[in-house]
T-cell receptor, first 116, second 114 residues
Framework: EPEVTQTPSHQVTQMGQEVILRCVPI?????FYWYRQILGQKVEFLVS????????KSEIFDDQFSVERPDGSNFTLKIRSTKLEDSAMYFC??????????????FGEGSRLTVL | KNQVEQSPQSLIILEGKNCTLQ??????????LRWYKQDTGRGPVSLTI?????NTKSNGRYTATLDADTKQSSLHITASQLSDSASYIC?????????????FGTGTRLQVTL
């Protein structure tokens, strides 16, 4: 069964360092997303990506964050200068239809980021 | 502001028993409502997706209901199993022009015991 894969599963970094989280969405999907979940809290939307551009982003997704689909398969989230409060589980998701439709959203297993 | 509230926050039940989880939302304009199961440290997995016109939807031992008038949904789990132990998250989608996003609830942490 096709699945969304994420790497790394866990990354530990020093505050101020750049981090790139990678995702390989399901191949025929058109919509891509990044979410984050701080330990013990709810899942929060970061950004949606469609047709090679950001379609929507939340207030969390500030200038320190960027997304890219460099080669038509990978979908990356970059955090330029990490802060302690960026420590969270980051989930990539993909779907064939936008979430306003009933297209199922498939999540990856997550990348746990720990900022020291 | 769009919000999704879930209750109870946590629940412990014996294996084989049934349980019902609740979700209230204030998302507008409403597009659809989803229930996800999230095992600890894993990504959420979709259980059901319901639109405005659907009142009930089942997926095996999981049955979701939706009352769009009162903006409430429930997830009923029948004959619970140990593997049902997880967080169950209610997620509501708002349709806002050409873009939309999902609003997640905080989840109900279910523990099924022997």
């Amino acid at each position: 069964e096709p699945e969304v894969t994420q790497t790394p599963s866990h990354q530990v970094t020093q505050m101020g360092q750049e981090v790139i989280l990678r995702c390989v969405p399901i191949s025929n999907h058109l919509y891509f997303y990044w979410y984050r979940q701080i330990l013990g809290q709810k899942v929060e939307f970061l950004v949606s990506f469609y047709n090679n551009e950001i379609s929507e982003k939340s207030e969390i997704f500030d200038d320190q964050f960027s997304v890219e689909r460099p080669d038509g398969s990978n979908f990356t989230l970059k955090i330029r200068s990490t802060k302690l409060e960026d420590s969270a589980m980051y989930f990539c998701a993909s779907s064939t239809l936008g979430p306003a439709n009933t297209g199922e959203l498939f999540f990856g297993e997550g990348s746990r980021l720990t900022v020291l | 502001k769009n919000q999704v509230e879930q209750s109870p926050q946590s629940l412990i039940i014996l294996e084989g028993k049934n349980c019902t989880l609740q979700c209230n939302y204030t998302v507008s304009p409403f597009s659809n409502l989803r229930w996800y199961k999230q095992d600890t440290g894993r990504g959420p997995v979709s259980l059901t997706i319901m639109t405005f016109s659907e009142n009930t939807k089942s997926n095996g031992r999981y049955t979701a209901t939706l009352d769009a008038d009162t903006k409430q949904s429930s997830l009923h789990i029948t004959a619970s199993q140990l593997s049902d132990s997880a967080s169950y998250i209610c997620v509501v989608s708002a349709k806002t022009g050409t873009a939309s996003k999902l609003t997640f609830g905080t989840g109900t942490r279910l523990q099924v015991t022997l």
